[in-house]
């Protein structure tokens, strides 16, 4: 059997780079095509949910049925609308917060009932915890100017 476990980290790592740029725009108070770093870093963290939101979809759909499969489902799909109807806000800085709340939720979904159902795979959830950090910070740095 293949392993796609150097693809998957490299990919990781480079889906790290958008919000470091974006960081750094917010930081300097600098922009990129005419839009700030906190609304670029809002755009990225809305598409990086939704993709999060998406794995987890896949992981659910592989298992067997469980009782707590349906909630699941609904929990993330509840999770990646709020991160999409927070872009409508007027307010990037309340959507940088709502979309950090959004990446623990799935997160936390994630290690809390995922993780018993899919311990075999214990290399995915160690990186979605390196990368819920570093990306959690990141959002804290985006928040850390305007509050």
Same mark, same amino acid.
């Given at each position: 059997?293949?392993?796609?476990?150097?693809?998957?980290?490299?990919?990781?790592?480079?889906?790290?780079?958008?919000? =470091?740029?974006?960081?750094?725009? #917010?930081?300097?108070?600098?922009?990129? %095509?005419?839009? &700030?770093?906190? !609304?670029? /870093?809002? +755009?990225?963290?809305?598409?990086?949910?939704?993709?999060?939101?998406?794995?987890?979809?896949?992981? =659910?759909?592989?298992?067997?049925? #469980?009782?707590?499969?349906?909630?699941? %489902?609904?929990? &993330?799909?509840? !999770?990646? /609308?709020? +991160?999409?109807?927070?872009?409508?806000?007027?307010?990037?800085?309340?959507?940088?917060?709502?979309? =950090?709340?959004?990446?623990?939720?799935?997160?936390?979904?994630?290690?809390?009932?995922?993780?018993?159902?899919?311990?075999?795979?214990?290399?995915?959830?160690?990186?979605?915890?390196?990368?819920?950090?570093?990306?959690?910070?990141?959002? =804290?740095?985006?928040?850390?100017?305007?509050?």
């Amino acid at each position: 059997m293949r392993s796609y476990k150097p693809v998957v980290a490299t990919l990781a790592i480079l889906g790290i780079f958008p919000f =470091l740029f974006a960081t750094y725009l #917010s930081l300097t108070n600098g922009s990129f %095509l005419g839009k &700030s770093g906190v !609304t670029l /870093f809002a +755009a990225y963290a809305a598409v990086i949910v939704s993709f999060i939101g998406g794995t987890m979809w896949g992981r =659910l759909i592989e298992l067997p049925e #469980s009782r707590n499969g349906a909630k699941l %489902l609904i929990c &993330s799909f509840a !999770t990646v /609308f709020g +991160a999409w109807v927070s872009l409508l806000l007027k307010t990037p800085e309340l959507s940088v917060v709502l979309l =950090l709340l959004s990446l623990i939720t799935i997160f936390w979904v994630d290690a809390r009932w995922l993780k018993q159902a899919n311990n075999a795979k214990p290399y995915y959830t160690s990186l979605n915890f390196g990368l819920t950090s570093v990306t959690s910070i990141m959002h =804290l740095l985006v928040l850390y100017p305007h509050y």
